[in-house]
T-cell receptor, first 114, second 116 residues
């Protein structure tokens, strides 16, 4: 079964610190997709990234970066120079086949203090 | 692009009444939409998958007669909570799958339901 582990239940950092959110997954599929979403206090889920298992290049988008390591089944997310507005719950969804439904685990609560 | 709206954003109703929540994809067509619910300080729980023009597929443990889903068009899915009770009070979130070569789901802002 597809499974994801976000070992960090809650992380607190001070503004401008870098922070990495860990995501380790399990799957028997060779081709799959991974997603990260953010849920700020307002409640809306914000799509952050979709990654095809074939593409092992790391990705950077502004202050956000993702480190995909297929060999260790990890898809970690780093926020550089964190800001208070980054405070949210971050979900790494279990790997899915193309078009399959997304389910979510507990996520990681990130608190950025000024 | 890829904006999903929900209406209403919050609703308070009396026990025993029915409540309808709308989910719309504003700038794209979505053959598939999903409904989730989220209790305070918990994760999202998938309730059902809604396909345009066909019956919804419900997750195990979700009562299909209580949570009626209609996906009448490529941009609109509705969730009706029938005979609502206080235990149905929750945050309901829909998502719409973009399609066209990507299966990314975009989420609506959610609807907070309070049943008195």
């Amino acid at each position: 079964a597809q499974k994801v582990t976000q070992a960090q239940t809650e992380i607190s950092v001070v503004e401008k610190e870098d922070v990495t959110l860990d995501c380790v997954y399990e799957t028997r599929d060779t081709t799959y997709y991974l997603f990260w979403y953010k849920q700020p206090p307002s409640g809306e889920l914000v799509f952050l990234i979709r990654r095809n298992s074939f593409d092992e290049q790391n990705e950077i988008s502004g202050r956000y970066s993702w480190n995909f390591q297929k060999s260790t089944s990890s898809f970690n997310f780093t926020i550089t120079a964190s800001q208070v507005v980054d405070s949210a719950v971050y979900f790494c969804a279990p790997p899915v086949l193309y078009g399959n439904k997304l389910v979510f685990g507990a996520g990681t609560i990130l608190r950025v203090k000024s | 692009g890829a904006v999903v709206s929900q209406h209403p954003s919050w609703v308070i109703c009396k026990s025993g009444t029915s409540v309808k929540i709308e989910c719309r994809s504003l700038d794209f067509q979505a053959t598939t939409m999903f409904w989730y619910r989220q209790f305070p300080k918990q994760s999202l729980m998938l309730m059902a998958t809604s396909n345009e023009g066909s019956k919804a597929t419900y997750e195990q443990g979700v009562e299909k007669d209580k949570f009626l889903i209609n996906h009448a068009s490529l941009t609109l899915s509705t969730l009706t909570v029938t005979s609502a009770h206080p235990e149905d009070s929750s945050f309901y979130i829909c998502s719409a799958r973009l399609g066209g070569g990507t299966d990314t789901q975009y989420f609506g802002p959610g609807t907070r339901l309070t049943v008195l």
